[in-house]
């Protein structure tokens, strides 16, 4: 299903996480600036960083978990 994932091997920042390479054959660009980050219930692996924002590197679910992202947005 196209519409759920984008990969763009070109962006000079790809793979813009640190992962294994067969993470990198999954990782989807699509939700490449997640719509979760003004969240505080993002169910993502943040840290707060000391002036209060968030610090998303360790997080990859936007980049594998299509449904519970777009889950999240309608709930709202």
């Known amino acids: 299903m196209s519409y759920r994932f984008f990969q763009n091997k070109e962006c000079e920042y790809f793979p813009c996480h640190k992962m294994s390479e067969n993470q990198k054959k999954d990782f989807s660009c699509l939700f490449c600036y997640c719509p979760l980050y003004q969240r505080n219930d993002c169910g993502g692996d943040f840290v707060l960083l000391e002036n209060g924002c968030k610090d998303c590197t360790n ?3 936007p980049h ?5 992202v777009v889950g999240k947005l309608k709930k709202d």
């Open 59 to 61: 997080c990859l679910l």
């Open 64 to 68: 594998f978990q299509y449904d519970y």
